[in-house]
């Protein structure tokens, strides 16, 4: 289950969000001030976390921007709509005002939760049992993972967006010279015979095609 992070230095708040976040499957880190949610977040990643803005220490608007990607949603007495419009364009994913009900605080962790979960979604594409993870440019194989030169991952990825078709030499090198101007017709061939063990070690197949004189395909007939 997801696991979600409360900063908020009232100790019966953080508690009672605590209690209703377990008792709905989820688990919970706590922290009671900014500078002890900052040492948290060095140290694990949470799926979530519901920040308060009055903090002792750092405020809550000095600790947001220090949170990267993951969806923080603002519990905040402050009410003022310029302050939540400033938090909304600063990096929050959402804002509720304390008092708040526990059902509708609930809800949107669920609704924040489930965009992450689809954003999440979009940045692997798979293709027979190889996926790639176009965030972490890493491949990933029977549990196993490879991390790929930005290369071998700008290859990959249009080899996967165009599975099992012939894709020509000048056509991979036209459509990868944004990422990887520095590629040539004859280092390709490297990248290539880089990029197929790298796939032989994960799945035993190397999964790449050579056409002659024409290009590469990606198949698992290797």
Same mark, same amino acid.
Request: aromatic share 4%; net charge negative.
């Given at each position: 289950?997801?696991?979600?992070?409360?900063?908020?230095?009232?100790?019966?708040?953080?508690?009672?969000?605590?209690?209703?976040? &377990? #008792?709905?499957?989820?688990?919970?880190?706590?922290?009671?001030? +900014?500078? /002890?949610?900052?040492?948290?977040?060095?140290? #694990?990643? !949470?799926?979530?976390?519901?920040?308060?803005?009055?903090?002792?220490?750092?405020?809550? /608007?000095?600790?947001? !921007?220090?949170?990267?990607?993951?969806?923080?949603?603002?519990?905040?007495?402050?009410?003022?709509?310029?302050?939540?419009?400033?938090?909304?364009? +600063? +990096?929050?994913?959402?804002?509720?005002?304390?008092?708040?009900?526990?059902?509708? $605080?609930?809800? *949107?962790?669920?609704?924040?939760?489930? &965009?992450?979960?689809?954003?999440? %979604?979009?940045?692997?594409?798979?293709?027979?049992?190889?996926?790639?993870?176009?965030? *972490?440019?890493?491949?990933?194989?029977?549990?196993?993972?490879?991390?790929?030169? *930005?290369?071998?991952?700008?290859? $990959?990825?249009?080899?996967?967006?165009?599975? /099992?078709?012939?894709?020509? &030499?000048?056509?991979?090198?036209? *459509?990868? #010279?944004?990422?990887? !101007?520095?590629?040539?017709?004859?280092?390709?061939?490297?990248?290539?015979? %880089?990029?197929?063990?790298?796939?032989?070690?994960?799945?035993?197949? /190397?999964?790449?095609?050579?056409?002659? +004189?024409?290009?590469?395909?990606?198949?698992?007939?290797?």
């Amino acid at each position: 289950m997801p696991n979600i992070l409360i900063i908020d230095d009232d100790a019966h708040i953080n508690d009672i969000v605590s209690k209703a976040l &377990k #008792s709905e499957g989820y688990t919970v880190s706590q922290a009671y001030s +900014g500078t /002890e949610a900052l040492m948290l977040l060095s140290h #694990s990643k !949470p799926d979530l976390v519901l920040l308060d803005l009055m903090l002792p220490g750092l405020s809550g /608007e000095e600790v947001l !921007p220090q949170i990267k990607d993951i969806p923080v949603i603002v519990v905040s007495a402050k009410a003022d709509v310029t302050n939540k419009v400033d938090l909304l364009i +600063g +990096g929050a994913a959402d804002y509720i005002t304390k008092p708040f009900d526990m059902k509708e $605080l609930l809800a *949107r962790i669920t609704v924040q939760l489930r &965009k992450n979960e689809t954003a999440a %979604n979009k940045m692997l594409i798979t293709y027979k049992d190889i996926t790639l993870d176009t965030d *972490r440019h890493i491949v990933i194989s029977n549990g196993k993972e490879q991390k790929l030169t *930005r290369t071998e991952f700008a290859i $990959l990825k249009l080899l996967i967006h165009n599975p /099992e078709q012939v894709v020509a &030499k000048l056509t991979i090198l036209d *459509r990868i #010279s944004m990422d990887t !101007p520095d590629c040539t017709e004859d280092s390709l061939k490297i990248h290539i015979y %880089n990029l197929r063990k790298k796939l032989k070690i994960l799945t035993g197949k /190397e999964y790449i095609s050579s056409v002659w +004189g024409i290009g590469f395909m990606l198949n698992d007939k290797s």
